[in-house]
């Protein structure tokens, strides 16, 4: 979808855009200095689920928004998935209508307040910032984007989007993680009868049990889900589509179309002796027992395991994840193993800096090529070939090549394994019609999202293999914008 530039234009110069834009000099904003979000005590934090960002203050979200230049071609709106009207919100906070600014939000994104705390802004929107072309840091338009949704939630004052009048369609979402609520949300907007059909017990997919509530509190995902059901949107929990009932049982009750979002729960091994051993588990099976299970809680029977040396293999976001959550459940030494520096880490530069305050130990260079254990077949530690970087791979990032006879011990008592993810097969095996491509992932027409059936449409991790919730919540919005035409051009 091409965002509106006549639209924005037009907006620009609005006289309140205007007054608030030529109320100081583009060179008193940029001498403005980049705000710093404050943080919980790394001390005290890594021994609780307590939030690390504390978020900012009126104060200091009027200050960053003064930083915003209003720019004539906005380049912050082109690195935006699901294309917020990043200016108009920001300029809404500098004349202090923080109210306006998160319903600016709502008008594209569904979930302001999750992106605002996870999405990766700095390789985004703030990427695009034209402060950059001055060497200098770019607006905070992620931290500024929480406090607008923040601010409403705490006002008690939650705006819920506009919806049409009912037009009687059924469509449904499955799955309801980033990419099933967006696209409900959207197409509730333009009056269809929504359905999400999550297999879990609770609603929220990867934002609730993968991401830990020190990032993303499940109190924050369940307003944003909360507006949902204000927008007349159903959820169907325990519902496993391809077991629980068919497309073409669904289809039989009256549903439409279908968008399928069920992510990419299939967890990836490396396939090396001793992987079966106890105490070696994936970080989604790790971090679902925590966050969605209750595990680390007393008052549930989820089994964990507490590991008092945790080594996690991965160097992304969920491996960061799931080594803070080995230290906040008792690990006195918990460690990160990955195959190359840490300047090749895909990993938030963010969730690396808060482990390493957290006591995290970076072990670089280093690849997992076999588990050893004790003789009841409990892991008790890993051999890792040391590595040395070589050329650059597709991707660009330099390759890890072995050093020969560099082999270290490390004395471990769990092991997580952060290595990727794929799609359930799930789907597919109770669905043949539904193309898969070599990988695994859903088939799908690049312009349209649509699959090998014409009714079903698909996106986030599912068709991208693995990917940011931002970028599944773009899917969203996008199968939203194709499907309606679908169904129009069908009525």
Request: charged share 25%.
């Amino acid at each position: 979808m091409a965002i509106d530039e006549s639209k924005i234009k037009a907006e620009r110069e609005l006289p309140w855009r205007v007054e608030t834009r030529n109320s100081m000099k583009p060179k008193d904003r940029m001498a403005i200095e980049r705000v710093r979000m404050r943080e919980a005590d790394p001390a005290e934090r890594s021994r609780t689920y307590e939030e690390v960002n504390r978020g900012l203050t009126l104060e200091e979200a009027v200050q960053e928004s003064h930083r915003c230049l209003d720019c004539p071609q906005p380049l912050c709106m082109t690195g935006c998935p699901v294309e917020i009207n990043i200016p108009k919100f920001i300029k809404n906070i500098e004349r202090g209508e923080i109210l306006e600014a998160a319903r600016t939000l709502k008008e594209t994104s569904t979930l302001p307040a999750v992106c605002g705390r996870v999405c990766p802004q700095e390789k985004q929107c703030e990427s695009k910032c034209i402060y950059h072309k001055q060497n200098k840091p770019a607006v905070a338009i992620g931290y500024l984007e929480r406090f607008a949704a923040d601010y409403e939630r705490e006002s008690g004052n939650l705006s819920v989007p506009e919806t049409a009048a009912p037009n009687g369609i059924k469509v449904a979402a499955i799955g309801s993680g980033p990419a099933g609520l967006t696209f409900a949300g959207e197409m509730a907007k333009k009056g269809y009868d929504v359905t999400v059909f999550e297999a879990l017990h609770e609603i929220g997919g990867v934002l609730k049990y993968g991401i830990p509530e020190f990032r993303l509190p499940n109190s924050i995902v369940d307003v944003e889900i909360e507006s949902l059901r204000k927008m007349g949107v159903k959820f169907e929990a325990d519902f496993i589509v391809g077991k629980t009932a068919t497309m073409d049982d669904l289809r039989a009750e009256g549903f439409k179309a279908f968008f399928v979002c069920s992510g990419a729960g299939l967890p990836r091994f490396m396939n090396i002796p001793g992987e079966n051993y106890l105490g070696i588990m994936s970080s989604n099976e790790y971090l679902t027992r925590v966050n969605l299970m209750h595990a680390a809680d007393k008052r549930y029977d989820t089994p964990v395991f507490f590991g008092k040396n945790v080594a996690v293999i991965g160097g992304g976001n969920t491996a960061m994840d799931s080594v803070r959550t080995a230290k906040r459940l008792g690990a006195e030494r918990a460690m990160i193993i990955y195959r190359r520096s840490i300047e090749e880490m895909p990993a938030r530069l963010e969730e690396i800096h808060h482990a390493q305050e957290e006591g995290v130990e970076f072990i670089m260079l280093s690849n997992p090529v076999e588990y050893t254990a004790d003789e009841k077949g409990r892991v008790n530690g890993v051999n890792v070939q040391k590595m040395r970087l070589g050329e650059p791979d597709e991707r660009g990032r330099r390759s890890p090549v072995p050093i020969e006879g560099a082999i270290e011990h490390i004395d471990i008592d769990l092991a997580v394994v952060s290595v990727g993810v794929s799609p359930n097969p799930l789907i597919h095996n109770s669905h043949p019609e539904l193309e898969e491509t070599a990988k695994g992932t859903l088939a799908v027409n690049d312009e349209t999202l649509q699959t090998t059936c014409s009714d079903v449409f698909a996106g986030g991790d599912i068709v991208r293999g693995g990917a940011t919730v931002i970028l599944a919540m773009g899917d969203g919005r996008k199968a939203a914008a194709q499907m309606d035409s679908y169904l129009q051009s069908k009525a």
